[in-house]
């Protein structure tokens, strides 16, 4: 029996929630404050002791398996007749009489038994310096590939050998994220989370095109988010309605908050089900599978001739044997407009990435009411084969130019 059933011997049934905000920090049960927000069935011990809860649960689902969902109606019975005001002769004053009064329930911490948005987004137990017990991916974006590629980011997806040593070897770059994007005047809001996620699009790009052009496979960059992405209006803050406002803006922000995964993730000239494709996630080189000889075979290297083509060939001659190439000095350059990502590189991209795009939404009411967007739509944006590619490829603006000079 596990530590965390074991703490609670009278506790019939104990689960996750939904709830956004931790109410402790002990490891414990979370407070009453929690347990009114909708239990998550994702993870849930039970005892006999609740059998009746179970019975009743089990039965109004199968009254109608179409129309009623099992998450849904657990919670609603778990609260028929419940009494959480009164705790007398329980083990600890965060249990709660549930169902009639006849079986106790907790709920589970949320650091240590994550819902997606508690690690992903407001990362209670990165910030605690804890290791869950469990993430389940809810709260999140982009269907299988979605979940897939956030649990790789959490190094909590198990890939085979070859995911963590690609042919070719890895490239990895020091992402540009300049103090006014992180904190433009005013406080942070809708046009400023836009230019922030497009400043680092725009290096995303280029760095493709670089590990192209390499035959390399690219370590994808933490990102920063400034708000936080929802299906309704954000809070004031930015942050989902209920989670803490201080977990803005979000440092190691889910790809699938600003891209579709399976569209950068899907690899169309391979295998269909090639892993990863032809990008990592950008916690890559902390994950303990990979093969130390290929974390000791890295070296850090600058772009010099201002990205001339000839950077090709001193790259591919002087580290061609180097698993890990991290490229610190990226985004000072525009490596389409000096040449060095050519048509050839391009048109490559365009077969690995024919369209690679991704949605935000909704901005807080405050916002709104400025006339500042609700939502929009982020797309990878690469140069176009031919003298016309670099005006095509809609480089121009202040959001999409491939670098800002800071």
């Known amino acids: 029996m596990a530590p965390s059933q074991a703490r609670w011997p009278d506790a ?23 347990i009114h927000s909708a239990f998550n069935i994702g993870y849930m011990f039970f005892r006999a002791s609740a059998l009746p809860l179970v019975d009743e649960w089990l039965k109004v689902i199968n009254e109608d398996r179409v129309g009623r969902w099992d998450q849904g109606e657990f919670g609603r019975v778990a609260r028929i007749g419940w009494d959480p005001s009164s705790t007398a002769g329980l083990s600890d004053p965060r249990l709660f009489w549930a169902y009639h009064k006849k079986v106790v329930g907790g709920v589970l911490s949320l650091a240590l038994f994550c819902g997606g948005h508690n690690y992903f987004a407001s990362q209670f137990p ?9 993430i389940h991916t809810t ?36 992402p540009d994220v300049p103090y006014h994007l992180l904190s433009p005047d005013g406080g942070m809001h809708a046009d400023g989370h836009v230019r922030l996620i497009e400043h680092q699009l725009a290096q995303i790009a280029m760095a493709l095109g670089l590990a192209a052009a ?16 929802a299906w309704y209006a954000l809070d004031r803050s930015g942050a989902f309605s209920g989670a803490p406002k201080w977990i803005v803006p979000i440092r190691n922000c889910p790809l699938d908050h ?42 850090e290297v600058e772009i010099v001739n201002g990205g001339a083509p000839t950077e090709l060939e001193r790259l591919r001659r002087e ?53 500042l967007p609700n939502s929009h739509s982020f797309h990878l944006n690469i140069p176009k084969p031919g003298p016309e590619g670099i005006e095509r490829g809609r480089l121009g603006s202040d959001a999409a130019s491939v670098v800002e000079h800071f």
């Open 12 to 34: 019939g049934f104990l689960t996750t929630s939904d709830h956004l905000s931790n109410t402790t920090v002990d490891g414990g049960l979370e407070t009453h404050q929690a």
């Open 126 to 134: 990165q910030r605690l310096g804890w290791q869950p017990y469990s």
């Open 139 to 174: 709260f999140q974006y982009g269907a299988a590939d979605g979940k897939r590629h956030r649990l790789r980011e959490a190094m909590a997806w198990e890939d085979p050998p070859e995911y963590y040593d690609p042919p070719g070897g890895l490239l990895t770059y020091t």
């Open 214 to 229: 390499l035959g390399r496979t690219l370590i994808l960059p933490p990102v920063t988010c400034g708000y936080d992405k």
């Open 258 to 299: 600003y891209i579709e995964p399976g569209e950068l993730t899907r690899r169309r000239d391979g295998p269909p089900n090639a892993a990863g494709g032809h990008v990592r996630e950008w916690s890559l080189l902390s994950n303990p599978r990979m093969p130390p000889a290929t974390l000791e075979a890295a070296a």
């Open 319 to 371: 580290f061609g044997s180097i698993k890990v190439l991290l490229v610190s000095n990226l985004p000072q350059h525009d490596l389409w407009r000096s040449g060095l990502l050519g048509n050839e590189v391009r048109r490559e991209l365009a077969k690995r990435f024919p369209y690679v795009s991704g949605g935000w939404c909704c901005a807080p009411e405050d916002d709104k009411k400025r006339g």
